[in-house]
């Protein structure tokens, strides 16, 4: 279940203690942020994005359409959806025993015809990483809006003033990209603070309004798992302040912090995989090596997943995590976004690795940034051995029993992939993200609920995003299939069917993805990252993953004086 959000009277005494901040000059705002987004309908001004988007419309309709609605409910039946900017303003639902030829269509500026496909609402990526140069800022944007992501919350890889200056950009469609909401870390957006008034938790309720006041959403309080009380302090006062927390448990930190304490301490979310395993062990940490280095990630990764096998081969401690572990995370009213896409390569690198989308749509830079290097983050798949990949795979089996029984006892699960990491390729990860969180047992329905109305909720934007819904915004997808009978119909590529006749065919992926009322050609667009993908191929080098499975040169295949005789040599 979702936390309350706070009455009225807290609000505006919160308002109040934020403008007396302001007043006193104890801080200072890096830059003064605009409101990511703007509910009221603006005034319509259609944009062309070359031949990839336009929108959006004084009218736009969408006929024919079967509509998934996003709270985790089947297809509605077929509607005519009208668009009015970025606002559904009407859905006209057809009574399929009426004949279709007394069907009164809703028109507009521009019609769609979505006959045989499927309306849902636009998925909400809570956490990826946009990565730095040389890789394209579009790049990244494209393969989100052509996987049917319209809202995502990017890590400050290319620095805070950029994610937030591209929020405002987004919110007012001057750029073609999903809605933005960046991830703060604490203290984010502000000067003046020394570190010990950072680290002091009487400060935390004066720094968290603070940076709400400068325009954060989302607070990620990573950083502050060494001290329990700072970690407990931040997360209430940012929750008392309208924003909402979440932590990636740091595994250095597990003796003051694990994911039942950061859940009972006040944090909205839970991030990733880490900490869960580790608080139904029998002491407060694990069985690390002696010579474990939480900066070597090789080990680091290794011994992540090796703690849940500790904890799934005992039946006493495997009976809590699944029992009381579970039940104090339900209570304590914490959300879990697991991120499972970005961690896949771990059970099966190789399989990773040559995923069919790398060639034609893995970015160059992209592909530089997987490649084994001990220096860089995430990219530790060297002395990766057969018992890792064991580690891990027995990991994603118990880990998806963990999410299913939370989800099951009824709590929050919302949607973010952690991309472009691991050979996980932001986009292509959203569709495996989906079919991930499928394997733990969830529905479909309930894992495409995920992406829709629970994040929209978890955002503070329910009444407006995640579903489809007169009133709310026209953030949707149009797809050939239906994703609850087959959620790998939402790739660009779609999946492979066989017509009456045996003949196969695929699917054409999300036909459309609509944002704001901007109408995007995925077909388009994916050509357009298939350029940017093979220009920047162009004149790439072989490397150590790739090398054993290009094909031979001919002068490798057939060196100087082979096949001739004995060349010379007697």
């Known amino acids: 279940m979702m936390r309350s959000r706070r009455p009225l009277r807290t609000t505006l005494l919160t308002l109040i203690a934020v403008a007396a901040v302001l007043a006193t000059g104890a801080y200072s705002p890096i830059f003064a942020q605009e409101p990511i987004t703007d509910f009221r309908r603006p005034p319509v001004q259609t944009r062309q994005f070359g031949d990839m988007a336009e929108g959006p419309y004084n009218s736009l309709v969408i006929q024919n359409a079967n509509v998934l609605p996003g709270h985790g409910g089947p297809s509605v039946g077929i509607y005519d959806i009208r ?122 309720t004066e720094i968290a309004e603070a940076m709400v006041a400068a325009g954060g959403k989302q607070f990620y309080l990573n950083g502050l798992c060494w001290n329990r009380e700072l970690f407990g302090a931040a997360a209430r006062a940012i929750d008392a302040a309208g924003g909402i927390t979440a932590v990636h448990v740091q595994p250095n930190s597990l003796a003051e912090v694990n994911a039942v304490i950061a859940a009972e301490e006040g944090v909205t979310m839970i991030v990733h995989h880490y900490g869960y395993a580790e608080s139904a062990l029998d002491r407060t940490v694990p069985d690390y090596p002696r010579d474990y280095d939480y900066f070597d990630e090789n080990e680091r990764f290794r011994q992540a997943g090796k703690v849940w096998e500790e904890v799934g081969r005992n039946p006493e401690t495997k009976k809590r995590l699944l029992g009381e572990i579970v039940d104090r995370l339900v209570k304590s009213g914490v959300v879990m976004q697991p991120n499972r896409a970005t961690y896949e390569a771990n059970r099966n690198v190789l399989a990773a690795m040559g995923w069919p989308w790398h060639e034609k749509y893995t970015h160059q830079a992209m592909w530089d940034m997987h490649l084994p290097n001990p220096r860089s983050h995430a990219v530790f798949h060297y002395d990766w051995t057969s018992d890792d990949e064991y580690y891990w795979s027995y990991m994603y089996n118990l880990w998806g029993e963990l999410i299913y029984e939370f989800n099951n006892r009824g709590g929050t699960v919302v949607f973010g992939t952690d991309d472009n990491y691991q050979w996980s390729t932001g986009g292509f990860g959203n569709v495996r993200e989906l079919q991930l969180m499928r394997e733990t047992g969830m529905h479909a329905l309930e894992v495409l609920e995920t992406a829709n109305w629970n994040s929209a909720k978890l955002l503070g934007v329910g009444d407006r995003l995640g579903l489809v819904r007169e009133g709310y915004l026209a953030d949707l997808l149009i797809v050939d299939g239906n994703p609850a009978e087959n959620l790998k119909y939402l790739y660009p590529f779609g999946d492979i069917k066989k017509r009456e006749d045996h003949s196969m065919y695929r699917t054409r992926g999300i036909v459309y993805t609509i944002k704001d009322g901007v109408v995007v050609d995925n077909a388009k667009v994916m050509e357009e990252v298939a350029r940017m993908v093979a220009e920047s191929k162009a004149n790439a080098a072989p490397d150590i993953v790739n090398t054993p499975f290009l094909p031979v040169p001919e002068w490798m295949a057939h060196p100087p004086g082979e096949g001739q005789g004995d060349g010379g040599q007697n």
């Open 83 to 204: 668009i009015e900017g970025n606002e559904i303003t009407q859905m006209r639902r057809f009574d399929p025993y009426t004949p279709e030829e007394e069907w009164e269509h809703l028109t507009g500026d521009r019609v769609i015809d979505a006959r045989g496909m499927y309306v849902m609402p636009g998925m909400i990526n809570l956490h990826l990483h946009l990565r730095t140069e040389p890789l394209p800022l579009d790049y990244v944007y494209y393969l989100q809006l052509a996987t049917g992501v319209t809202t995502v919350g990017p890590a400050p890889d290319r620095g805070l003033d950029e994610a937030m200056t591209d929020a405002g950009r987004t919110a007012r469609n001057e750029m073609l990209a999903p809605r933005q909401y960046p991830l703060w870390g604490w203290g984010s957006g502000l000067s003046g603070y020394s570190r010990a008034q950072l680290e002091d938790p009487a400060m935390a």
